[in-house]
């Protein structure tokens, strides 16, 4: 592999502290809000699905695989915010970048709260929904580059792991919230009250967070964007080319990220329709395994982006790669086992969550570390939403199609291990000295 033309070296940060703890509670609202929404999509999936999604006589399955349809959907535009907000972001500042996509995101999900459904509405309320789904992968899609640029451009010397994993942190934190959400309405309503009406009361939480994240990020000191860098001089004294350069690096991103995108919405979100469709698990006992996957993921994800900051990306992410890649299945066939010990099966989704939070602690900074700060927010953006739009928006869809084509439950196992792998591979192409440089 060639080894990529250095860009300029930034001057030591003279980032105030307060400042410093400022991007960084900012920089997670944001990224909070967002996972929250996309993990109750998750966790009402089957629900969404007979509303909006399957007309009278419709199978359960088709319902489920055209929600998870919509959810892939909304992926495949998060690459497209990603290259529209990462270059404002880039071109004019982090700040205004940051404040416009946590508005579309808050207002986009306060929306789907209040959508009438197919029995009221007919085929326009799926089209409308879709469209909603939309406007939240486009926002999603510019959430993260410029928060994790704003977080780890903070961050202190040595600790740039460390601040690039709240940003996982907060992914861990929306999660547990929407699966706590969801267990609550579970428990408290009955399955005719769930499906009326309750299912509709997580979307509107958003609106309150939302407008909190507003404030947080208004009050964000105002940056300038990064000046561009002098073009370099080729042997022959032409100017060269820097955007092969930047396509490069986010294609190996992609590759780095692919483990981590597939495996954790294998196992943390995916999980409750997979149980339920596939297992005939209760929908809440199936949100109980997820929860323990969270649990698992979050307990994980800042040790991992600590240790990072001593040891190098590279080990801590290919320890993750590694044992997701290994122990998928044989954790899966545990989890399958109807007669396997309950305490043996929570042990082994937490297990699963913790192995994902070794490669998603420290992805953050080593994204980061990948570009020079004239393109940051939309290179590490578009690796991030890629990777996300291809492995995680359509794992629900290919779990479950498949699934119910080949009546092979161990489907997820396979999807997690054969990506996770193939990141290890991608991963090992990281110099073990990234986290001592400079950003770029």
């Known amino acids: 592999m060639t080894t990529p033309v250095p860009g300029p070296v930034r001057p030591p940060a003279t980032v105030r502290p307060d400042d410093a ?5 900012a920089g997670s609202v944001g990224n909070f809000i967002e996972w929250y929404e996309f993990g ?12 909006f999604f399957t007309p009278e006589g419709g199978s359960e399955v088709e319902g489920l695989v055209r929600a998870y349809a919509s959810f892939a959907l909304a992926f495949f535009f998060r690459p497209v915010g990603a290259a529209v907000f990462g270059r404002f972001g880039d071109r004019v500042g982090r700040r205004p970048a940051l404040v416009l996509v946590v508005g579309l995101m808050t207002g ?14 007919g085929a326009a309320a799926p089209w409308l929904l879709t469209l909603l789904r939309i406007l939240q992968g ?19 010397p040595g600790r740039r792991g460390l601040y690039g994993a709240w ?56 940056d300038e964007p990064p000046a561009p860098a002098p073009p370099t001089r080729g042997p022959e004294g032409r100017p060269r080319r820097r955007r092969g350069e930047t396509v490069r690096a986010v294609l190996l991103g992609v590759g780095r990220m692919m483990g981590w995108s597939a ?20 929908f809440q006992r199936a949100l109980l395994g997820t929860v323990l996957a969270n649990l698992g993921f979050a307990a994980s994800i800042l040790p991992a982006g600590r240790l990072s900051d001593r040891i190098g990306r590279r080990t801590v992410m290919v320890a993750g790669a590694l044992l997701v890649a290994v122990l998928a299945l044989p954790l899966l066939h545990l989890v399958q086992d109807p007669d396997g010990p309950a305490y043996a099966k929570g042990a082994a989704l937490f ?31 578009l690796a991030y939403a890629l990777s996300n739009a291809v492995f995680s928006g359509c794992a629900g869809l290919i779990i479950t199609e498949v699934v119910a084509r080949t009546g092979n439950v161990d489907v997820p196992g396979y999807y997690a291990a054969t990506t996770c792998a193939v990141s290890v591979a991608a991963l090992l192409t990281l110099r073990g000295d990234d986290h001592e440089r400079a950003l770029r």
């Open 138 to 156: 486009l926002s999603a899609g510019g959430e993260f580059g410029g928060a994790v640029s704003v977080m780890t451009e903070s961050a202190p």
């Open 263 to 282: 495996a954790g919405y294998t196992f943390l979100v995916v999980l409750p329709s997979y149980l339920q469709s596939t297992l005939g698990t209760s």
């Open 108 to 121: 986009a999900t306060a929306m789907i709260g209040v959508l009438p459904t197919y029995a009221s509405i």
């Open 40 to 51: 109750i999509y998750g966790y009402f999936a089957t629900v969404i699905a007979a509303q």
């Open 351 to 381: 297990a699963a969550g913790a192995g994902v939070g070794l490669m998603a602690g420290p992805g953050p900074a080593m994204l980061a570390e990948m570009f020079p700060a004239r393109v940051r927010c939309t290179g590490l953006g």
């Open 167 to 222: 940003q996982s942190f907060t992914v861990a934190l929306g999660l547990l919230a929407g699966a706590a959400v969801a267990v609550v309405l579970a428990s408290v309503l009955t399955t005719a009250q769930l499906h009326g009406w309750g299912w509709r009361v997580p979307f509107l939480l958003v609106l309150p967070l939302g407008l909190v994240a507003l404030r947080l990020r208004l009050r964000l000191p105002a």
């Open 21 to 25: 703890r400022r991007a960084l509670v």
